[in-house]
């Protein structure tokens, strides 16, 4: 490891880099290129965590050094390597810890690319792969390094440098991951490490091959137009396409490619880089995901637009209807429809902008608007053969806009019909919670069919659902962004075991949400009550 010469360096753009998209792709807090010595590890890049080193007793990164495989931990107050170790039971409170290892051509581990949570998680398999390729990359920056101070110091120590400066500085360069150089007619005159973990041929494979042999037969056309333009002294950048590797696979890549000059400034050939894009083709995914988003939104605010019309007119009509209607039980239904009415109207005005802007919140109490959720769906719940057990404690009164959390405890219970088709037991219950957590915790348990352990991690994901004819998949996400934006917490639990079925959801709000005192009302606002 010393003889890169990275240890104790000053920070550096392109490992800054590296760890800002690792937090990125992996969503945590702190991310780190940790590089492990005899007495400690050594952060060349650090995001989050606020430390240039720590001891190498502390250090969960030194794990990856005998096996080479990346290391996950999903909850390290329960892993007996590590739930004693200070930083597990003091600051910064490692919970979640994956670690990809950093290995030298050798074989040896020098280190690791590593994200850190303070709240247990797990990654997805495009996360993990997404990781190592980045801990791959910072090898390729090491090596380049060391390629940087082999070139320097040939370039002074004779004429034979002299004359391979222009070959040389061209491959340093441009390089970025894998490296290789070849001459005018296509023929591959060097091969590096990085070339060789893309595509899985070795250099003594390679060199002396055609180029062509890595690229698909429709693809041929592009080579003879990029040989024209080094020809032509032109550098190609950032030309994306596919290769082919060892394995037949293809693979997308970008290339770099810049002409190589003698000593008198003629082309020779060519050196090219080509960077395993799928890392950027992961956030490219994420970015899709957020449009498809916006999209609903957009498409949301159009049917909401045209839905006020008739939701007018129908409360017209009951308005009317209403002296009509003389026995209790009906004017008992006539008001569940006339409150129904009113929220699905206070649902079309936030969707299209109004509601956020011009309904103040209000003083809500919780086990109230969780009892007249459940009244709205009694009846079907009977019809349905589901029986319901309430345990409305609470007597909080909390600070909420009364129509969006109608709407997600009226989600919840109607997911937890849909898993019931034959009938079965809804728990709904409320209660207050003391200390300096002190709010109201909300509980919707049912003993449905329950939800497979692969798809739980997916559950708040937007547009993920396990009901693909029926379901939209933003339910679970839409409550976890308001019960978040009130600075509360959702967790969900279930199990689809033949004997132990059904999922339960808990909701937390704080005493002190997110909207008390919120410039919506001013500091010393009075909030209305909801007529």
Known sequence: MRAYGVLDTLPEQSYEDITKLAAFICETPISLISLVDSDRQWFKSERGLGAHQTPRSQSFCANTLVDAQTLIVTDARTDPRFKDNPLVLGDPNIRFYAGAPIVAPGGLVMGTVCVIDTEPRELSADQIEALEALARQVMVLFEHRTSIARVEEALGSSKEAQRHQGELAAIVSSSDDAILSKDLNGIITSWNVGASRIFGYSSQEMVGESILKLIPDELHSDETLIIGKVRNGERVEHFETERLTKDGRRIEVALTVSPVRDAFGNVIGASKVLRDISARKLIEKSLLQAEKIAAAGRMASTIAHEVNNPLEAVTNLLYLLRPLIVDTAGLAYLATAESEIARISNIAKQTLGFYHEHTAVSSVSVSDLVQHAVAVYEPRCTL????????????????????????????????????????????????????????????????????????????????????????????????????????????????????????AVRIYLPLQTSYEGSPLLGSDAVPKQDQ
């Open 384 to 503: 349905n053969g589901i029986v319901i057990e309430k345990s409305l404690r609470s007597t909080q009164m909390l600070f909420l806009r009364q129509g969006e959390t109608m709407q997600i405890v009226s989600n919840l219970i109607a997911n937890s019909m849909y898993a019931m088709p034959s009938g079965g037991t809804l728990g709904v219950s409320t209660e207050d919670i003391n200390g300096e957590d002190s709010g109201v915790l909300i509980t919707i348990r049912d003993t449905g069919v329950g939800i497979a352990a692969q798809h739980i991690p997916k559950v708040f994901d937007a547009f993920f659902t396990t009901r693909s004819a029926i379901g939209t998949g933003i339910g679970l996400f839409v409550a976890k962004q308001f019960v978040e934006g009130h600075g509360g917490r959702i967790e969900l639990q279930s199990n689809d075991d033949l004997q132990k079925h059904g999922t």
